[in-house]
């Protein structure tokens, strides 16, 4: 069975443009996360969504955004991108409800130039 | 809110010795813990969570981690050190929340290094 998946694998992009990052979750996984792994900040929480709906949402500007489709993948996007936001963009899925495991996709490097 | 702390960013073990990573929580209900870990240039990998029930998890690799609720702490353990264990390691904390979900907060991750 396909684990998370998330494309690109890498993304370079220049200051101020929009990065859009793509996750597919283990199949019948409702629930889609995104967390950030920036260079010295650690793994930081961004977005959560489950059955289409944003459910909570990390300390992040509202440049950072995204959406769960009818199928249950998810889109993370990063508007006017600034140098900081170069990081490791990770992606993961579980079943709804507190307790399941989450599993993790390997990634999207994102470098801002 | 819930926060999960993870002594020492860097343990140097030598191969066949124990492995120790310390990992205490902060939480005011009853946490669900888990330990993950993560290889060079890849996402995360489940190790072994506790969510319930027997406080002594065991997980893949050999590792096992003990809830100690009246320490507030969920160390990772692994009898004799591999080469191959040579990852970031990293403690995380999760709910029950009435809402559902799994949002986890993270430890800020222990490097492990395996020596000869």
């Known amino acids: 069975e396909a684990g998370v998946t998330q494309s690109p694998t890498h993304l370079i992009k220049t200051r101020g443009q929009q990065a859009t990052l793509r996750c597919s979750p283990i199949s019948g996984h409702t629930s889609v996360y995104w967390y950030q792994q920036a260079l010295g900040l650690g793994l930081q929480f961004l977005l959560w969504?489950?059955?289409?709906?944003?459910?909570n949402r990390g300390n992040f500007p509202p440049r950072f955004s995204g959406r769960q489709f009818p199928n249950y993948s998810s889109e993370l996007n990063v508007n006017a991108l600034e140098l900081e936001d170069s990081a490791l963009y990770l992606c993961a899925s579980s079943f709804g409800g507190s307790g399941n495991t989450i599993y993790f996709g390997e990634g999207s490097w994102l470098t801002v130039v | 809110a819930q926060s999960v702390t993870q002594l020492g960013s860097h343990v140097s073990v030598s191969e066949g010795a124990l492995v120790l990573l310390r990992c205490n929580y902060s939480?005011?209900?009853?946490?669900?813990l888990f330990w993950y870990v993560q290889y060079p240039n890849q996402g995360l990998q489940l190790l072994l969570k506790?969510?319930?029930?027997?406080?002594l998890v065991k997980g893949i690799n050999g590792f096992e981690a003990e809830f100690k609720k009246s320490e507030t702490s969920f160390h990772l353990t692994k009898p004799s050190a591999h080469m191959s264990d040579a990852a970031e390691y990293f403690c995380a904390v999760s709910g029950p929340y009435t809402g559902g979900g799994n949002k986890l907060t993270f430890g800020t991750g222990t490097q492990l290094k395996v020596e000869l």
């Open positions: 939480s005011s209900v009853p946490p669900y």
């Open positions: 969504y489950d059955e289409g709906e944003e459910r």
């Open positions: 506790y969510t319930t029930g027997a406080t």
